[in-house]
């Protein structure tokens, strides 16, 4: 019994070891160009943005230049990080809640952060090259929201509530993560207002609520 357990043993660890080799194999290498954006790429190879961004840690988004070695995953990484969300997801609803907006509209959610809170404008001296537009070439709006990625991933949707700012809407909104900043990191966000610069560092830092929408 004895060697049929160190057996069977061997067997399911030479499996999992060669599972782990597949997946980490499972991929290929994209060298930039200029105008490449993860944005872009994600729809070139069909891949979730996040899960473009989660392979290449070390780069930034903001500073892609010609000539960088991206690692692209293939289908069978792919399906793993898929399958890894979907198990995710999974277990979050079993815990989910929901939050009731200023306009007496009820959402699920999975997570509840608190985090320090900036903003920004549309102005050329705060966005630079890229314009008035968020990381997908969007027009900037009340309810853009700028995020670190590996904290919230680009287009999760958010109730944002606990700021005081006279040019946002009153309580709390409903906004979606469709922006980055090289100073956003971690546990911060960036909350897009209209107006000019000046008035924008009237909010300063505070700290508000997001809950994660499902």
Do not use: C
Not at 3 to 16: C, D, E, F, P, T
Not at 52 to 69: E, F, H, R, S, V
Not at 161 to 186: C, E, R
Request: no cysteine.
């Amino acid at each position: 019994m004895f060697k049929k357990r160190n057996v069977a043993a061997a067997v399911i660890g030479l499996s999992v070891m060669m599972a782990a080799g597949t997946v980490s194999a499972a991929s290929q290498t994209h060298t930039t160009k200029d105008n490449d954006t993860f944005w872009n790429l994600s729809k070139q190879y069909n891949l979730p943005l996040d899960t473009l961004m989660k392979a290449n840690p070390k780069i930034d988004p903001l500073n892609l230049y010609k000539g960088l070695k991206l690692t692209i995953p293939t289908a069978a990484a792919d399906a793993s990080a898929v399958q890894k969300t979907v198990t995710a997801k999974t277990a979050e609803a079993d815990d989910s809640k929901t939050v009731t907006a200023m306009n007496g509209k009820e959402y699920a959610y999975s997570k509840a952060l608190i985090v320090q809170a900036t903003a920004y404008t549309s102005a050329a001296s705060e966005n630079g090259k890229w314009g008035a537009v968020d990381y997908f070439g969007d027009k900037l709006k009340v309810g853009t929201i700028a995020v670190d990625p590996k904290m919230i991933p680009l287009g999760t949707k958010l109730y944002v509530t606990g700021y005081d700012y006279n040019g946002l809407p009153q309580g709390g909104m409903v906004a979606t993560a469709t922006d980055i900043g090289g100073s956003i990191k971690g546990n911060r966000i960036d909350i897009f207002v209209p107006g000019v610069s000046s008035q924008a560092m009237s909010f300063g830092i505070q700290n508000v609520k997001v809950f994660v929408l499902e």
